[in-house]
């Protein structure tokens, strides 16, 4: 029956979360767990009288993983942008590239780092150069955060050892040094398109301004651009707190990796040393205490009570954050409580459709359907596993179509989505823009480039 589909959650859902965030114009977070809660009501395997705890259970879940990061980088960002660290980084960056050329900077920066370190992360720690840079060049805000999402993106969905795509490749039986080489190879120009020619036609179209956001002021981030580079910490200590989380960030994914391959014992003292250190809670909290003692000598002059409440306001902003992304995380997960992602690829199996394009649009769907797009790419791998023999290529250009799939039309129910949004400082709609739309021209036209390369290149 109808009503006892999947489809009857979703549909509910969609129309909650638009007529309260779109029409109504609910505070984000209001919006989101109400649209959570109704549909644990129209999803019949679950009670109604479950429907709040599910719904607080799955918020503490997001929780967990989000909580102590964001609010690091809400310390981070707040004291690289007021202590002029980020607009240091930015001048050295805008002095090796030229002004013309500054999204180049961002862009590059955010693809590598992206490969060891989750989409989000990179985000936190890219964004407020990204806000510095506007600060500056007063122009190209949206290309900005167009070639931020394109880079880390690319990778965090295409190139092991991203967790994604590393449980990908284990999956569809893929040699790892082969998904990493073709992974980053189509990576590159779909995300150059996506964030470099797609930034620069909405960029030449529209321009956003610069607001507040995790605690920074614009009118004095515009004031410190002013300021002579004697007047700024050092590169080397400007740079340590985007520095220092990446590198163990990926110490730990090298450790696992070698591990995995049985080069260093899985319950060795490396390991274990490499995923505290490593550990995104950890390693943000590190990044905070080094950008946050550059803060103190830059601008508190041993002001302790005036540095302490600057802090706190900086943790008042993460915490919004942390409620809005949890929250979006949360309207996912309830949809797939109700089903909706096993529901959609179930069906769309049964159209007998070519494996590449069946495999990208069961990522898609579900991508779509529940928001996470490491969820999409799993579930389409597992799916798509067993049917991998009869694909007439090398089934990495399996595993590519699928992360391109998942990787399409992030919307409300994406916690990626009120990540870029509120770390950015930017709109709904400019997120749409930027993000979402930035997303899915990378998703289709990667679709397109791996179709014609497993028919030129097939590597069986």
Known sequence: MVLESPIVPFAVGLVVVVALLVWLKLPAFVGLIIAAMAIGLATPELATGEVPAQTAEEFGGVMVSIGIPILM???????LMDSGAADRVVRAFLSLTGEKRSEYAL????YVLSIPVFFDNVFYLLAPLGRSMKARTGVKF?????VLAAGALATHMLVPPTPGPLAMSAELDVDLGLAMLVGAAVALPTSMLGGIVYGRFLNSREEFPLREAMGSDPEDLQERTDRPTSELPGLLESSLPIAAPVVLIAGN????????QGVIAADGPIVAAASFLGDPNFALTVAAILAAYTYYRMEMRGNRELFNNELTEAIKSGGNIIAITAAGGTFGAMLATAGVGEWIAGGLEEFGLGLLFTGWAIAAVIRVAQG??????LTGAG???PLAGDFNANAVYLMMAIGFGGMIAPWYNDSGFWVVSEVAGITQMETFKTYSAVCTVMSTSGLILVFVLQLLVPLA
Do not use: Q
């Open 73 to 79: 980088a809400a310390i981070i960002g707040k004291c």
């Open 107 to 110: 862009m590059g920066s955010s």
């Open 383 to 385: 799916i798509m596993a």
């Open 142 to 146: 949206s290309l900005y955060i167009s």
């Open 372 to 377: 996470s797009g490491t969820v999409a790419i």
């Open 253 to 260: 994914t090298t450790a696992n990796v070698l591990a995995d």
